[in-house]
Every structure is written in structure tokens, then in C-alpha cells.
């Protein structure tokens, strides 16, 4: 397998339950895991932890904003030095569960309006990468494909960084590179859209862009989302595209 997949899970919170991470993780080579800004607690983290390490799942923490009333998904005006606080923190505490149950935390994945940010502004991008480069661990950093991959590898070496770039399964492009805002017509591909994107990114490295165009894009993990039984199936049938 070229591309792994990645997931974002761990994402109850109390009695709260969202998705279905007992179905999606047999499925998947890499976990986004919440660490409490935007959704998870204590315990919904030791236990994605544990599924994690039982089905030999690379496990990446998974930041936001502190917006837990918003699930992470409205943008703040934060300082740089805030941000590289607020990363380093979410890291460090599902670092700290993880090396208590044997495990190691292999990347980095923002979330949400966090992710959004770090794609579109290059000070939220220098210190999402400061906060993970000066983390003891150097685990890796996990950022949109996009057609300045080249500008973004140029940025993390400076701070001698490891990225990954991630493409989307479900999502339609649009020209320049960016995912098509969901308030837009066809934003999220069909079943049938969402297995033609990923099999001609396997087999020509490129996407359909909502006009119709051919977009290059490097991508090492393709983002799959699983919260309801027809995602999950549809996980199975992408893992098994890529295993064919």
C-alpha cells in the first residue's frame, strides 16, 4: 500500500459519542486522535489509545483551537506563541497516555478551523511547525497535499521537520487546489465520485477539479471519515483498492 489511511477519532466526549472508531480502526493505518480542545476527554483517549495498539494502528495526535462548544470548527485570533502553547500542550497530554501504555506518537494532524488556518496562513503554518519541531519526540507533521508542497517542504526545513501530505477521499477540489467550500454544490463527492477520486489518485497521482481540470498532488494519506455504517464500508472498499 502506497497511500495509508488516516482517520479522525477519539472525537466522544462524556456521554456524547461520536463515530464508530471499533469499526473504522481494523480499516485504517493511522489514527487522528482529539486530545481534548475540540472533543475527547481522558478517557475516550486512553481508550482509542488502547484500540489503536491492538489492531497496530501509527497513532498521530490530533490539536485544535480551545473550542469545544464549536468542535473545534471557528477560527481564532490567536498569537503565535498562543498557538505553539496551545499544540504543544494537546501533544503532550495524549503523549504522555500513550508512552504509558508502550505506544509511540508517530505525527501531527490539526483539526478543523486549526487546519484550516495552517493551510491558508503561513504564521499559523510556521508555528503549528515550531510547536511540533521543538516537541523531544519529533514526531511528524501532516498537512494538506496541495500544489505548493514544494513551498511547504522549503518552510519545514527550516525547522528540520518531517511532513505528510494528505489528499481526501470525499472532497471535491477546486482549481486551485483547495478543498470546494462546503457551502458550495457537490463540495462532498458521492459514493461512486469518491471511488473514481481515489483510484486515479493511486493510479496517476492526480484529482478532477471541479471544473474539470487535472491537479498533480503528492500525497502519502488519504483522509477517510467513518461515522456511520455506509462510511465505514466504504473505508473497507478503499483499503481494498489500494491493497489491489
Not at 508555528?127 to 522549503?154: D, G
Not at 473514481?196 to 471519515?225: I, K, Y
Request: with cysteine; hydrophobic share 40%; proline share 4%.
Amino acid at each position: 500500500m502506497t497511500i495509508k489511511l488516516n482517520c479522525d477519532l477519539g472525537e466522544s466526549f462524556g456521554s456524547w459519542k461520536m463515530g464508530m472508531d471499533e469499526s473504522v480502526m481494523p480499516h485504517i493505518n493511522q489514527a487522528n486522535i482529539a486530545c481534548g480542545y475540540h472533543a475527547g476527554d481522558p478517557m475516550i483517549m486512553r481508550r482509542t489509545l488502547k484500540l489503536a495498539k491492538e489492531n497496530g494502528v501509527s497513532i498521530g495526535a490530533h490539536p485544535a483551537y480551545p473550542d469545544l462548544n464549536g468542535f473545534g470548527r471557528r477560527s481564532m485570533l490567536c498569537s503565535s506563541e498562543e498557538i505553539i502553547s496551545y499544540v504543544q500542550y494537546q501533544i503532550s497530554a495524549l503523549e504522555g497516555m500513550a508512552l504509558n501504555l508502550g505506544m509511540t506518537l508517530d505525527y501531527v494532524k490539526p483539526h478543523g478551523a486549526l487546519y484550516n488556518d495552517m493551510m491558508a496562513k503561513q504564521t499559523v503554518r510556521s508555528a503549528i511547525m515550531e510547536a511540533v519541531a521543538e516537541h523531544n519526540s519529533r514526531p511528524a507533521l501532516m498537512l494538506q497535499a496541495t500544489p505548493e508542497h514544494k513551498q511547504h517542504l522549503q518552510e519545514a526545513s527550516q525547522f528540520e521537520l518531517q511532513l505528510h501530505f494528505e489528499a481526501f477521499a470525499d472532497r471535491c477540489y477546486d482549481d486551485d487546489g483547495k478543498l470546494l467550500s462546503r457551502t458550495k454544490p457537490g463540495a462532498v463527492h458521492t459514493r461512486e465520485k469518491m471511488m473514481d477520486q481515489v483510484r486515479q489518485l493511486v493510479d496517476h497521482g492526480t484529482v478532477t477539479t471541479v471544473s474539470g481540470h487535472t491537479l498533480p498532488l503528492l500525497a502519502d494519506t488519504l483522509c477517510v471519515h467513518g461515522d456511520n455504517d455506509a462510511g465505514v464500508q466504504a473505508i473497507a472498499d478503499i483499503k481494498a483498492l489500494l491493497l489491489a
